[in-house]
């Protein structure tokens, strides 16, 4: 008689998943140059987000969907070519529609702590857009590496 061996795939509980993830130093990479994009894409989101309300005189609320965009584009971008550079082999319009989902999420989150900053305390506005950009960053980091850049 013989006998097939099977193989079963077991998923590990989450919190076991990030244990075993944060010993790799590949991801700890990831996350530097991630961090990198995002600095850039944080310079380019301040940058058009001042320039449309300072200068063009655009209202902060259609101003902040505006700068977010760009700085998105810039992000995709860089994230595909370098942070996540091993998913290059996957069909780019593939990854930019999963890319753009999970950052209108994190756009979500921001614009929600930008609006809720000018009004709660009538902040400036460019400083509100920047402390709501790092406060949504961690949320885009993981559901970029999860799922848009998913190898």
């Not at 944060?22 to 987000?49: D, E, P, T």
């Not at 449309?52 to 998105?72: K, M, N, R």
């Not at 810039?74 to 370098?82: A, D, L, M, V």
């Amino acid at each position: 008689m013989s006998e097939e061996l099977s193989t079963a795939v077991v998923e590990l509980p989450f919190h076991h998943r990030v244990r075993i993830g944060v010993r790799k130093g590949q991801n700890w990479l990831q996350l530097m140059r991630f961090a990198g994009v995002g600095a850039s894409g944080y310079a380019v989101n301040l940058i058009a987000f001042a320039v449309c309300v300072h200068v063009l005189g655009i209202d902060y609320h259609l101003a902040s969907p505006i700068a977010y965009v760009i700085a998105t584009t810039n992000n995709f971008i860089w994230n595909r070519r370098w942070t996540f550079g091993h998913a290059r082999d996957a069909h780019p319009a593939q990854q930019a529609w999963k890319f753009y989902a999970v950052s209108v999420v994190s756009f979500v989150v921001n614009y929600a702590i930008l609006v809720s900053l000018v009004r709660a305390t009538g902040m400036e506005k460019v400083l509100a857009q920047a402390i709501a950009n790092a406060l949504a960053t961690p949320i885009n980091f993981l559901g970029q590496k999860l799922w848009s850049f998913r190898y």
